[in-house]
C-alpha cells in the first residue's frame, strides 16, 4: 500500500505576497483556510473532536519561504508555503489541499496559491531548503522560547551541567530539539538575523505573537536565532519553540 503523503509544496503564484516577516500571519491565514476546506480535519485543527489538543507533533506545520529567483522573493517576500504533517494526509485531507487556492491579505487583497505536488520532504528537498538534508542548520524565522531563564531566590542563574542558564534561549532550543527525537548538537552559535531581499533583517522585525489560538504562551515578545550543526545529517523540516506549527523557531538546511 502506498504510504500517504506527509508534505505539500504550494507556490505564491499571485503578485501579491506579504514579507517572510509576516509568516505568522499568512501561516494563520492558510491554517484557517484549510480547517474550512476539510470540514475540520484534525491533522490541520491540531485538536480532537473533543477541542482537545492533540498529543506530540504529529499534525499539520505551516512553513512559509522565501526562496529568491529571477522574477520572485528579491524583496524578502513570501514564494512558497509548505504544509507538512508527520501523520500524513488522508484522501479527504488531500482533497483540502488541492482545493486551497487563495486566502485573503491584511488590505482585503487576494494571495493566489498553487500546489507545486503532494509528497514527502525528500522529494523536495532539491527545491526547499526547509525540507532539505543536513548536518548545519541556520534560523530562518525566529525562534521564540516557551520559558523564562531560571534563577535562584538571590538573582543567581540556574545552570545545568554545561554551564547553560536553564531555560535561556539556547537552553530550550536544545531541551526542544530533543524532544523533537534530534540528536545532541555538536555546535550552537547565536544568529543575529536573516537574509531578506539583500539585507540582515533582526528577529525583531518578525511577528512573532499568534493572533488567535489556545496553545502554550510564548515566554518572550522576542525571538532568537541560532546555527546548529549535528554530529550527523538530518532531515528536515527542523522546527522547535512556541507556534512552530505556524512557520516559527524554523531553520533551513546551510549546505
Not at 491533522?43 to 499539520?60: E, N, W
Not at 545545568?160 to 550552537?188: C, F, K, N
Not at 489560538?213 to 518572550?220: D, L
Amino acid at each position: 500500500m502506498d504510504e500517504m503523503p506527509t508534505a505539500a509544496r504550494f507556490l505564491i503564484s499571485s503578485t501579491s505576497s506579504p514579507k517572510l516577516t509576516s509568516a505568522l500571519w499568512l501561516a494563520e491565514r492558510v491554517h484557517l483556510a484549510l480547517v474550512r476546506l476539510s470540514g475540520g480535519a484534525e491533522v490541520f485543527v491540531g485538536c480532537d473532536r473533543s477541542r482537545r489538543p492533540l498529543q506530540g507533533h504529529g499534525h499539520a506545520h505551516i512553513f512559509c519561504e522565501c526562496t529568491p529567483g529571477p522574477d520572485r522573493g528579491c524583496k524578502g517576500e513570501v514564494t512558497h508555503v509548505t504544509v507538512y504533517a508527520p501523520v500524513g494526509f488522508a484522501t479527504g485531507e488531500q482533497d483540502a489541499l488541492r482545493s486551497l487556492r487563495d486566502v485573503w491579505g491584511p488590505r482585503e487583497d487576494r494571495i493566489s496559491l498553487a500546489l507545486q505536488g503532494l509528497g514527502r520532504p525528500e522529494d523536495f528537498a532539491g527545491c526547499c531548503p526547509l525540507l532539505a538534508k543536513s548536518r548545519t542548520w541556520v534560523s530562518r524565522t525566529p525562534f521564540i522560547p516557551t520559558r523564562h531563564p531560571k534563577v535562584t531566590r538571590a538573582g543567581v542563574a540556574k545552570r545545568d551541567e554545561t554551564g547553560l542558564q536553564i531555560g535561556s534561549p539556547e537552553h530550550e532550543l536544545r531541551r526542544l530539539l530533543g524532544l523533537s527525537g534530534l540528536p545532541e548538537p555538536v555546535a550552537v552559535e547565536p544568529v543575529q538575523g536573516t537574509d531578506l531581499g539583500g539585507r540582515e533583517v533582526p528577529w525583531a522585525q518578525f511577528a512573532c505573537r499568534r493572533a488567535n489560538g489556545e496553545g502554550r504562551r510564548a515566554a518572550y515578545d522576542r525571538g532568537y536565532g541560532f546555527l546548529i550543526e549535528f554530529p550527523e545529517a538530518v532531515q528536515g523540516p527542523v522546527a522547535v519553540g512556541y507556534a512552530s506549527h505556524f512557520g516559527m523557531g524554523g531553520f533551513e538546511a546551510q549546505d
